[in-house]
């Protein structure tokens, strides 16, 4: 049902401008359907709609039961990638006629004649002669690959490509081989004794016998054909005509062409390049440069596909040479592991038929004793699909490219090396797709695309599992293409860091973590890598070598043995050889002690102020309704309780009687623990004293009048209560510390606000709080922190025990416990605080290949070594970025990041968490700007601007965002777009970092970095806090809120569908989208708003809220109704599904917001409409016109 308003010719949208943006072109109006009134889009009765009038700008719709279909933009993965085009040198045939026009009638009789000895189209032969006369098809070895029927009817396609294209890339081979790594191409293990592999255009004497009609060869190995494989006929070249008179090469001939060297055959074959279209670029002039390249294969390159010495067979006899390898990719790719030839143990790859040796005879299989796997037993099974948007690893670029357009990749000419083969590896340069930022709405929905894609090298997994990389809600990067030296790392200006997220939430239908539970854990000697689907199997399976170090490391006695069946088992199903986030069950050496219980110490503010908001009534009831929750699945779970005001309260749980019994302690300056043995008891054995003691809780202090708060003694009892098991210590304080150690003093300057020395109100203001959490670190002891504050809290302060011992902080400002709206938040996000499942006592480290570090680290731990981070405490979905800088240039094709996280499980358990990505690695500027991932660079931005504004100044902070981007838009403008130097009207960069600058604006404009003096510290240190922790998926949201109108969305949404609470389109973040009679929401995973306009019509107000007109609701903080109508039901499940959808325990609180009601609220609001202006912030426009002035005033 939509519900809309007239309006008369002098009214507008709310915020909308009278005369339109230049250039900037607005949405078609909407379309009305005909129908009785209360359809979608039809007005209530006695409402006419007047010409012109519009009463809220129109937003398109997805297609459903009738209405107007969209045209939108595809959003599976590699999405926002580059788009495919043709590879360069493949033109299309020119037409017949074309080529009449420009030959003699000579040539043409010569074409036709040589046309009618060539196979025809349809696979078949041409007349008989003597250029045509193929001898018959050599029988086949024992076990290879024949041609299927119509595959031998095939006719020779035309020469397409350039000739390093053809040389050069291993992507380019013949259509009836299949790839490597593919089932159909044996890569079995290989001892290292064996080195010869068949030379390029030996083929034919090994596998496969060239039949007639079947695509003919190349002497390069390659057969005459486009690299997409299609078949085109071109007139003969002086070579074809001389192959089709004298016959199929012998051996001896292929053997000697061997010998000659590479420029020797290109040479040969320049007078097809003298034939191409005019339309083709010119051949590139093959010198000593590229010579070497052929010699010394380029970056990225697939070993195992290159061509090597010649196989001896009776025929050729023994190599007379040997092509030799860098030694710098050898150390990375072993050629033994991945050789066609079968090792002396048999040991293959799954799913692929056994080899056999080149003369023909077939490799003896193993006993069935042996613990390696048996060819013609069990096939590995095949892997699922992984989810989509996540799993972007392994995507190998066969038959792909991108197509730019011409002013594209005439300006990418200067990022690119065309010596080297970048971050596609031998697969060929991937251009990148430039688009222009001014005069359009940014595309929001891009927001919610995969990152680009990783194009890894075929081999860089031993399996070919697509679960082999790591998800991107795990472990993302910055940067899907590595840099191969600090200075295009530097040149780029690109950030290069990681984003972690190790304890995510699995949601219904995400897989679990695999788990290894034999305790078989092989590691590398030298860095202690674990092994990951990137390493490489050597000596016939016997060692492995290390991604990281390249060490050579033996294979456990027992990794290919179950040692509970008691029989062998087939190493390629092992989780870690598949997965690259698995987790292992961790043997007694990695325990320098039993793993911990879990223990729950409550520090719970009793003092006036507390008591008073209602927060103590609500935490007693909540921590009692919670008891169930809490894990507690071996019964190892203990809970003690200590309240506070001007003293210290101790509650003996053990008691005999079954009532608690309290003890003060008054003395603060030496506090002691009365009974400690009896403070802190196992959940299970006093459940019931507890339950009584969280029943009175609120009546014990009901009547207190003692406004004095002595939190520093009592944390610090606590940590000693708690100390020699270690757990986690839940702060509950509603007051300012005002006793003894640890003492605040109210602080908050108006005058200060807004000023440079605004940021020594976001610093802590005692050193007492950062050193008890060192110390609590140390003892892997966690502190987290619920704030509640009618007035000052000091946020900054007290939140350096969670920012160094892995806790979070909860701020809830203005609490009371009367308004149920309050009430439920708080008791809400407890509640499901205490029924997480976390990892304890843990510690995390980053491991990188070698050339890389990490040199920052941001989030909450404390760094306990250059590389070591301390986490007393993982609580799900927090969030951990890292920066990472060069050592050394990276000289291997590949590099691996591996995050290793030992930490005991809720259920008791010690286990290792190990999350493994792979990046390839490129010299190209232009591949490196095309793998960039904006929201991962958003992220880590975030992460720098919140440490630059508590250490320096928030003007600091701001404006190194805004340079980043403006060195980012520069070095693109300069290196990547045809208008290199000069101003230039428009503002260009890849189509991956288009949201950038919308989401950096986000950041300027977000509570905790946003210039003003009207923003109250305790909120600004909160705001911060979640700028640092939150993990991508839930920062975008608070960065960029989403938008949706609701009054006029589909049939469809806010029902139950395939996918849950379908959801309306989410609009930009503009105020021209509102209207006066319309009703909107927003959220941001902290709160939501619906806004609703003064002129929303009776209806609509009865529907919603049950009151008859627009004067009857009631603003700010509410909760909707449960009313008997559709419109109702579908608004009330859209709320919860935009509270459901983030991963977090956050609860977003509602609020109502009318058009003429409380201006702080409709101002609050107005804030998160980021595309306007807000004083003193630019709208979004006016930003990208300071981008542009800054990028065309400045030099990169």
Same mark, same amino acid.
């Given at each position: ?82 788009? /495919? ?185 320049? /007078?097809?390049?003298?034939q191409q279209h005019p339309s083709q670029p010119p051949p590139p002039h093959f010198g000593q440069q590229q010579q070497q390249q052929q010699q010394h294969p380029p970056m990225g390159q697939d070993l195992g596909q290159m061509a090597g010495p010649p196989t001896p067979t009776p025929q050729t006899g023994a190599p007379k040479s040997k092509r030799m390898y860098p030694a710098g990719i050898n150390a990375y790719a072993e050629p033994p592991a991945y050789e066609a030839t079968p090792s002396s143990h048999g040991f293959q790859r799954p799913g692929v038929p056994a080899p056999h040796q080149a003369g023909g005879m077939q490799q003896q299989p193993p006993t069935q004793g042996s613990q390696f796997f048996v060819p013609g037993e069990k096939q590995a099974p095949a892997f699922g699909q992984p989810v989509p948007g996540y799993q972007q690893g392994l995507q190998p670029l066969q038959g792909q490219s991108l197509q730019p357009n011409v002013n594209q990749l005439a300006g990418q000419m200067g990022g690119m090396?065309?010596?080297? $083969? ?164 961790? /043997? ?29 009534? $609500? ?18 779970t203990k809970v003690g309780i200590i309240t506070v005001d001007s003293s210290i309260h101790f509650y003996n749980l053990k008691a005999a009687s079954g009532e608690p019994q309290m003890m003060v302690v008054s003395d603060l300056e030496e506090a002691f623990l009365p009974q400690p043995q009896d403070l802190l008891c196992n959940l299970s054995e006093c459940r019931s004293v507890l339950e009584a003691l969280l029943n009175r809780m609120s009546d014990m202090f009901k009547d207190t009048q003692n406004v004095g708060n002595a939190l520093g003694p009592a944390l610090n009892s606590a940590y000693k ?61 966690? !502190? ?61 480290? !980053? ?45 291997? /094709? ?105 989401? $950096? ?123 008997? $109508? ?26 109502? !917001? ?43």
């Amino acid at each position: 049902m939509a519900y809309s308003q007239p309006q008369t010719p002098n009214m507008r949208p709310v915020g909308q401008a009278p005369p339109p943006r230049p250039g900037f072109r607005p949405p078609h109006p909407q379309q009305q359907q005909q129908g009785h009134p209360g359809q979608p889009g039809q007005p209530y009765p006695g409402q006419q709609q007047q010409p012109g009038a519009q009463p809220f700008p129109p937003r398109p719709t997805p297609p459903h039961s009738g209405q107007q279909q969209m045209n939108y933009r595809p959003m599976g993965p590699g999405s926002n990638g580059p788009r /495919p085009v043709q590879l360069q040198g493949a033109a299309p045939p020119r037409p017949m006629q074309q080529q009449q026009h420009n030959q003699d009638p000579s040539q043409l009789q010569q074409q036709s004649n040589n046309a009618l000895r060539r196979p025809s189209a349809q696979g078949g032969q041409g007349p008989p002669s003597p250029s045509n006369q193929r001898p018959p098809m050599a029988t086949p070895p024992f076990g290879s690959h024949q041609q299927h029927p119509q595959q031998q009817q095939r006719p020779p396609p035309a020469m397409g490509g350039s000739i390093q294209q053809r040389a050069a890339s291993p992507m380019i081979r013949p259509a009836n081989l299949p790839p490597p790594g593919s089932p159909g191409m044996p890569r079995p293990f290989q001892s290292p004794q064996i080195q010869n592999r068949p030379p390029p255009g030996q083929f034919a004497n090994q596998a496969q016998q060239t039949v007639p009609g079947s695509p003919a060869m190349n002497p390069v190995g390659f057969m005459n054909g486009p690299p997409n494989g299609q078949n085109r006929s071109q007139p003969p070249t002086p070579r074809m005509q001389h192959q089709q008179q004298q016959g199929p090469p012998t051996s001896q001939q292929l053997h000697q062409q061997h010998q000659q060297p590479l420029h020797h055959h290109l040479q040969q074959q320049q /007078p097809l390049h003298q034939q191409q279209h005019p339309s083709q670029p010119p051949p590139p002039h093959f010198g000593q440069q590229q010579q070497q390249q052929q010699q010394h294969p380029p970056m990225g390159q697939d070993l195992g596909q290159m061509a090597g010495p010649p196989t001896p067979t009776p025929q050729t006899g023994a190599p007379k040479s040997k092509r030799m390898y860098p030694a710098g990719i050898n150390a990375y790719a072993e050629p033994p592991a991945y050789e066609a030839t079968p090792s002396s143990h048999g040991f293959q790859r799954p799913g692929v038929p056994a080899p056999h040796q080149a003369g023909g005879m077939q490799q003896q299989p193993p006993t069935q004793g042996s613990q390696f796997f048996v060819p013609g037993e069990k096939q590995a099974p095949a892997f699922g699909q992984p989810v989509p948007g996540y799993q972007q690893g392994l995507q190998p670029l066969q038959g792909q490219s991108l197509q730019p357009n011409v002013n594209q990749l005439a300006g990418q000419m200067g990022g690119m090396n065309l010596g080297n $083969t970048g971050y596609g590896g031998a697969q060929g340069i991937v251009p990148i797709s430039t688009v222009a930022l001014m005069g359009a709405a940014p595309k929001i929905y891009d927001l919610d695309a995969p990152p680009p894609p990783i194009r890894l090298p075929e081999t860089a997994s031993i399996t070919q599992s697509p679960f082999a990389n790591c998800d991107p809600s795990y472990k993302r990067s910055t940067l899907n293409a590595i840099p191969a030296t600090s200075q295009l790392l530097t040149k780029s200006r690109l950030p290069f860091g990681l984003v972690i997220t190790p304890y995510r939430s699995v949601k219904e239908g995400d897989e679990p973590v695999p788990v290894v539970s034999d305790s078989i854990i092989a590691r590398c000697r030298r860095c202690r890598t674990y092994i990951n689907p990137f390493v490489k199997f050597v000596e016939g399976g016997q060692r492995w070598k290390c991604n990281m170090c390249y060490t050579l490391n033996e294979v456990p006695s027992s990794f290919d043995y179950d040692s509970q069946t008691q029989q062998p088992v087939d190493r390629w199903q092992r989780k870690e050889l598949n997965h690259a986030v698995v987790e292992y069950i961790a /043997p007694t050496e990695y325990m320098i002690r039993p793993p911990q219980p879990l223990v729950y110490m409550f520090v719970i503010d009793v003092s006036y102020p507390a008591i008073r908001c209602g927060m103590v009534a $609500t935490a007693a009831t909540t921590i009692l309704e919670s008891l169930d929750r809490i894990p507690n699945d071996e019964g190892r779970t203990k809970v003690g309780i200590i309240t506070v005001d001007s003293s210290i309260h101790f509650y003996n749980l053990k008691a005999a009687s079954g009532e608690p019994q309290m003890m003060v302690v008054s003395d603060l300056e030496e506090a002691f623990l009365p009974q400690p043995q009896d403070l802190l008891c196992n959940l299970s054995e006093c459940r019931s004293v507890l339950e009584a003691l969280l029943n009175r809780m609120s009546d014990m202090f009901k009547d207190t009048q003692n406004v004095g708060n002595a939190l520093g003694p009592a944390l610090n009892s606590a940590y000693k209560l708690v100390s020699p098991i270690g757990g986690k210590i839940l702060c509950l304080q509603a007051s300012l510390p005002n006793l003894e150690a640890g003492a605040l003093k109210m602080r908050e300057d108006p005058k200060l606000l807004g000023t440079a020395k605004e940021s020594t109100l976001l610093q802590s203001a005692s050193s007492f709080y950062k050193s008890l959490a060192v110390e609590c670190s140390k003892s892997q002891v966690c !502190v987290d922190m619920f704030l509640f504050g009618s007035q000052y809290s000091d946020v900054a302060t007290l939140s350096c025990l969670p920012r160094f011992t892995g806790g979070s902080t909860f701020f809830y400002p203005a609490f009371t416990a009367a308004k149920s709206e309050d009430a439920l938040k708080f008791a809400h996000e407890l509640a499901e605080f205490l029924s997480q499942r976390i990892a304890l006592e843990a510690v995390m480290r !980053v491991r990188a290949s070698k050339g890389l570090r990490m040199s920052a680290f941001y989030g909450n731990f404390f760094v306990r070594s250059t590389d070591l981070l301390s986490l007393p405490n993982v609580p799900r979905d927090q969030s951990y970025s890292i920066e990472i800088s060069f050592d050394d240039n990276l000289s291997i /094709p590949v590099v691996c990041f591996q995050t290793a996280l030992l930490h005991t499980s809720s259920s008791g358990e010690r286990r290792i968490r190990v999350l493994t990505l792979a990046l390839p690695v490129t010299t190209s500027l232009s591949e490196l700007y095309a793998s960039a991932d904006q929201v991962a660079i958003a992220t880590l931005l975030a992460c720098k601007g919140v440490e630059r504004g508590m250490n320096a100044k928030l003007d600091d902070a701001r404006d190194a965002l805004t340079n980043k981007v403006v060195d980012i838009l520069g070095v693109y403008k300069t290196h990547m777009t045809a208008s290199s130097s000069g101003a230039t009207p428009n503002l260009q960069i890849c189509d991956n970092l288009k949201l950038l600058p919308l989401l $950096t604006l986000g950041m300027l404009k977000h509570v905790g970095l946003r210039a003003g003096s009207q923003i109250p510290s305790d909120l600004r240190s909160y705001a911060m806090h979640l700028l640092s922790t939150l993990p991508s998926q839930c920062l975008i949201p608070f960065l960029h809120p989403r938008f949706y109108s609701l009054h006029d969305m589909p049939e469809h949404c806010g029902t139950i569908g395939d996918h849950g609470i379908e959801m309306p389109q989410a609009m930009n973040l503009s105020s021209e989208r509102l209207s006066r009679s319309g009703l909107f929401m927003l959220e941001d995973g902290q709160n939501i708003f619906l806004w609703i306009g003064r002129d929303a019509v009776p209806q609509l107000c009865m529907d919603l809220f049950g009151v008859p007109d627009y004067q009857s609701i009631r603003g700010g903080k509410t909760t909707l109704p449960i009313l008997e $109508t559709d419109f109702n039901h579908r608004v009330n499940l859209i709320v919860s599904k935009a509270r459901e959808m983030r991963r977090t325990s956050y609860y977003s609180q509602l609020y109502i !917001v009318k058009e003429d009601g409380d201006p702080a609220l409709r101002l609050w609001f107005l804030s998160h409409l980021i595309e306007d202006r807000a004083e003193p912030i630019m709208s979004y426009y006016q930003y990208l016109g300071h981008l542009k002035d800054r990028v065309n005033s400045a030099s990169f």
